[in-house]
């Protein structure tokens, strides 16, 4: 059960960040309110929730915003488009960046490119969401600058006419974590879910973890709480991965059979991710 010592943005790593709030660049009012809610990490998105015609003023409500004290990362928009180059020489050396989502990744280039243009040290998340993406996602996983993957869902179901059905969106889930694990990525960040239902949010967040994605896009705040608390160790799995290190400390750490080590790999997971959500 997430609880009101819920620890904040700066606190949780993005390495196992689960909740990533996108919030819309041209409405500077929501930043703030963004970063009071229980959101691991804030995502001003200066891509697809931004009109063409609003972009430049949305990227000075980004950097006024960061250079005022503040911290989030940023959608920006993709390699293909004018705006991508505006947008990054804008962002460049702005403190309180903390990386960038790069919008329909298809290469690895992409990644790496994006990354040298921010001066090399602004991690990349490739947010995947084309047909030819899934199919690159490997390769873009192990590109230069490359720190995590997303699930662009919707915009891959306009791409290949897939439904939202969980069998029909098992196989670019699962391509992902694959990817993810071959680049030696954290888990990858699954798609938001577009429903206001939060028992079909908690539900389709279960499914995700699942396959083995660790994050989500979030995009209202009260789906945060609903991804926090679906995508975090369960109080049972707490329990048993307390109760087995204990039992493997008494027995002085000896491996008995061949189920102890990935048991123990598993209940040091659980206590880590535990500790870092603040639920123990």
Request: charged content about 20%; glycine content about 6%; overall charge negative.
């Given at each position: 059960?997430?609880?009101d010592?819920?620890?904040?943005?700066?606190?949780?790593?993005?390495?196992?960040?689960?909740?990533?709030?996108?919030?819309?660049?041209?409405?500077?009012?929501d930043?703030?309110?963004?970063?009071?809610?229980?959101?691991?990490?804030?995502?001003?998105?200066?891509?697809?929730?931004?009109?063409?015609?609003n972009?430049d003023?949305?990227?000075?409500?980004?950097?006024?915003w960061?250079?005022?004290?503040?911290?989030?990362?940023?959608?920006?928009?993709?390699r293909?488009?004018?705006?991508?180059?505006?947008?990054?020489?804008?962002?460049?050396?702005?403190?309180?960046?903390?990386?960038v989502?790069?919008?329909?990744?298809?290469?690895?280039?992409?990644?790496?490119?994006?990354?040298?243009?921010?001066?090399?040290?602004?991690?990349?998340?490739?947010?995947?969401?084309?047909?030819?993406?899934?199919?690159?996602?490997?390769?873009?996983?192990?590109?230069?600058?490359?720190?995590?993957?997303?699930?662009?869902?919707?915009?891959?179901?306009?791409?290949?006419?897939?439904?939202?059905?969980?069998?029909?969106?098992?196989?670019?889930?699962s391509?992902?974590?694959?990817a993810?694990?071959?680049?030696?990525?954290?888990?990858?960040?699954?798609?938001?879910?577009?429903?206001?239902?939060?028992?079909?949010?908690?539900?389709?967040?279960?499914?995700?973890?699942?396959?083995?994605?660790?994050?989500?896009?979030?995009?209202?705040?009260?789906?945060?709480?609903?991804?926090?608390?679906?995508?975090?160790?369960?109080?049972?799995?707490?329990?048993?991965?307390?109760?087995?290190?204990?039992?493997?400390?008494?027995?002085?750490?000896?491996?008995?059979?061949?189920?102890?080590?990935?048991?123990?790999?598993?209940?040091?997971?659980?206590?880590?991710?535990?500790?870092?959500?603040?639920?123990?």
């Amino acid at each position: 059960m997430i609880t009101d010592t819920q620890t904040r943005q700066s606190e949780i790593s993005p390495r196992i960040s689960r909740t990533w709030l996108l919030v819309s660049a041209d409405r500077a009012d929501d930043f703030e309110r963004a970063t009071e809610s229980q959101a691991d990490q804030i995502i001003l998105d200066i891509e697809d929730a931004v009109d063409p015609s609003n972009k430049d003023a949305a990227r000075q409500n980004v950097t006024a915003w960061l250079q005022s004290g503040h911290q989030a990362w940023v959608r920006v928009n993709d390699r293909s488009t004018s705006f991508w180059a505006q947008d990054l020489d804008r962002l460049r050396e702005v403190p309180g960046l903390q990386g960038v989502i790069l919008a329909k990744t298809e290469t690895p280039d992409e990644v790496s490119k994006t990354h040298a243009r921010l001066g090399g040290n602004v991690p990349v998340i490739a947010l995947i969401e084309s047909a030819v993406g899934v199919e690159n996602a490997v390769a873009i996983a192990s590109a230069h600058g490359a720190f995590r993957l997303a699930f662009g869902s919707g915009d891959y179901r306009r791409d290949t006419g897939a439904s939202a059905d969980e069998l029909a969106m098992a196989y670019p889930r699962s391509r992902l974590v694959v990817a993810s694990r071959v680049g030696r990525l954290p888990g990858p960040i699954d798609g938001p879910s577009v429903s206001p239902s939060h028992p079909l949010v908690r539900e389709q967040s279960e499914s995700a973890l699942a396959l083995g994605m660790t994050g989500r896009l979030c995009l209202n705040i009260p789906q945060v709480s609903v991804v926090n608390e679906a995508m975090s160790p369960a109080q049972s799995d707490i329990a048993w991965a307390m109760e087995f290190l204990d039992s493997f400390s008494a027995r002085g750490g000896i491996i008995q059979d061949g189920s102890d080590l990935p048991r123990l790999s598993r209940a040091q997971k659980i206590l880590t991710l535990a500790q870092a959500f603040a639920l123990i």
